[in-house]
């Protein structure tokens, strides 16, 4: 019988670490992928985040280095000056790309920096035990929003994909979401454009993923991935922004 | 050949000669002609392109967003093998310590100038060397540590910070350049060198691409119970061996000295003229200059005559002081003065001081 799917090369067989139902695992495979199909793995450099993604290398199969919180775009930006002909991507989350990052977002992307950046937004900062994220929704409650997101003492969830796309140095942003299969693979497909788009010299691409954290949503698995449907696509919503 | 550099001057073009292919920095005085230096003389710095192959030294300048983001990218640099640098002053030096302990955990080779100014907080631009703690003690969190020098002339800064390249290489660590905003803005000629570098700038660790090898991981991040006291255990051993080999010093009229004044930087060369008039004038004065403050020499302390007294000079309220007392281990008088916050020790309270212990 013909094999039709199979583990990338890219990813180890290794146990997963991530939570039931988490959507980091889907979207280190979708990485994965893309660099299978690109074939690509022998030039990839990944940077990974401060966060629940911190030992995404234990799982991806090529080259990665560390950044300390928030500074994974300016460790990038270096690793692709001195390696031009290499393929280097970012892997962070809001807390870390849309908070404490903000500055080294704005900037490397406002430079043009020819990099590749997966944006993972579960609304949430996940290993610390659910805190308030620069994107968690009005109303959303977290263990430093108890009664929920409230507009005058938290402000309002951060749209720094629209606010980037305001940028001449920024190439590609879209919004995706893991909240289905058919989601799920334009999920890849915008991943893939994204690397394809540094592969062409292009400039800074971006792509945000709406992924879900049923442990600090306080929801089932199957009721996170409604919640992104019903709830977080609309403050969110899906598409390319550039 | 001989040309007029002011010592900021001098460490950029230093740098350049030792083959630095990575600089970031983020504009603050007392260093500023340092980045300006950079961009001016970095090869192919317009195209931010470094092109590492066969041993083309061409380099990538940025001019980064903050400090924060100057270390940052000093740190993937490296990490991508680069010889990568980074310079500021003070204030931009306490901002960057995150980086530089991540820097230090990871095993990373890098350089890093501080031409200290006056503080705490903004404090003012004038020389100081209030920094010798944070630049000695592991000036982040962990326990880690720089090599750290400190050059007195122009001409030294020029050639520490192409002996700094060769450490952070050899021993996998950063190196801190440490001087002050007298060092940085005086100008002396310079004999500059055509030395080779020392080191091998093969490296098998380095991030490039999997092609034909495993995947390197560059990491400071140790979960698994044991692993991070191990990582810790391998950067100590590291220390221990460049705490043998790497202390740097130089001494002047030790073996008559009744005083020894013991000075680094900028406040060594005042230390120099009090002494050549003390001297001139019968007093047996002697001078310890360390010039690695990490490693600290102890070796020069351990002098014989039990009379010879010490007396520190800084350019603030007695930091090195503490290795100075470490070193002596209470077995001589350690006397002390020191000025901060903009005020440096004279030549002249030198010798009034001096005379005062003799």
């Known amino acids: ?242 | 050949m001989k040309i007029l550099l002011s010592g900021n001057e001098a460490i950029a073009q230093g740098a350049i000669q030792a083959g630095c292919s990575f600089y970031a920095g983020y504009p603050i005085t007392p260093q500023n002609e340092i980045i300006a230096y950079m961009a001016k003389h970095m090869p192919s710095s317009r195209t931010g392109v470094c092109r590492t192959g066969k041993g083309q030294s061409q380099g990538v300048f940025i001019q980064a967003e903050s400090e924060l983001a100057a270390i940052n990218m000093v740190y993937g640099a490296s990490a991508a093998g680069a010889r990568a640098m980074t310079s500021s002053s003070s204030p931009g030096i306490s901002l960057m310590q995150e980086g530089i302990s991540y820097i230090a955990g990871s095993q990373l080779p890098a350089v890093i100038v501080n031409i200290m100014r006056g503080g705490p907080g903004l404090g003012n631009i004038a020389p100081a060397q209030s920094d010798y703690f944070q630049a000695t003690r592991s000036g982040g969190h962990g326990d880690y540590h720089l090599i750290v020098l400190a050059p007195a002339c122009v001409q030294e800064a020029y050639d520490l910070t192409q002996t700094g390249f060769d450490l952070a290489d050899r021993y996998r660590v950063p190196v801190m350049i440490l001087g002050d905003g007298i060092l940085g803005q005086m100008m002396e000629p310079v004999q500059l060198s055509t030395k080779k570098i020392k080191v091998s700038l093969a490296k098998s660790w380095a991030l490039d691409g999997c092609q034909g090898r495993k995947p390197n991981i560059i990491k400071s991040f140790f979960l698994r119970e044991g692993a991070l006291e191990d990582a810790n255990l391998k950067l100590q051993k590291n220390y221990a061996i460049i705490q043998q080999k790497e202390t740097r010093y130089e001494g002047l009229f030790l073996s008559d000295a009744k005083v020894i004044l013991v000075a680094y930087g900028t406040m060594a060369r005042i230390a120099k003229s009090a002494i050549s008039q003390l001297r001139s004038a019968g007093k047996k004065i002697g001078l310890i200059r360390p010039i690695s403050l990490w490693p600290f020499p102890q070796q020069p302390f351990s002098i014989k005559n039990s009379r010879v007294k010490y007396l520190v000079l800084e350019m603030s309220y007695g930091q090195m002081l503490e290795d100075v007392r470490l070193a002596v281990g209470g077995r001589r008088e350690v006397e002390f003065l020191g000025r901060s916050g903009g005020g440096v020790p004279s030549e002249e309270q030198i010798i009034n001081k001096v005379k005062k212990i003799l």
Not at chain 1, 95 to 100: F, K, P, S, V, Y
Not at chain 1, 102 to 126: K, M, P
Not at chain 1, 140 to 149: A, N, P
């Open chain 1, 1 to 242: 019988m013909e094999k039709i799917f199979k583990r990338c090369q890219s990813l180890y067989d290794v146990p997963t670490h991530y939570c039931p139902g988490c959507g980091h695992g889907i979207a280190h495979r979708l990485v994965a992928e893309v660099v299978d199909e690109l074939d690509i793995r022998e030039k990839t450099i990944g940077i990974a985040p401060v966060g629940c993604a911190v030992v995404a290398y234990d799982y991806w199969n090529f080259d990665c280095s560390e950044a300390a919180h928030g500074r994974a775009l300016a460790v990038a930006t270096a690793i692709k000056r001195v390696h031009p002909q290499n393929v280097v991507f970012t892997y962070q989350g809001d807390g870390d790309l849309a908070a404490i990052g903000t500055n080294e977002t704005i900037h490397a992307a406002n430079r043009g920096e020819n990099l590749s950046v997966v944006f993972i937004n579960n609304a949430v900062y996940g290993m610390t035990g659910g805190q308030l994220a620069p994107t968690t929704l009005l109303g959303q409650k977290t263990s430093t929003s108890i009664e929920g997101r409230e507009k005058k003492a938290h402000g309002y969830p951060l749209k720094i994909s629209e606010m980037l796309a305001l940028l001449p140095g920024v190439c590609y942003i879209e919004r995706v979401s893991l909240q289905s299969p058919p989601e799920v693979l334009k999920a890849k497909r915008a991943i893939k454009q994204a690397f394809e788009n540094q592969i062409n010299n292009l400039g800074f691409s971006l792509v945000e993923i709406l992924s879900p954290c049923p442990t600090y949503w306080g929801l089932s698995p199957k009721e996170s991935l409604d919640w992104i449907r019903d709830v977080m696509q609309k403050e969110f919503p899906l598409g390319r922004i550039k």
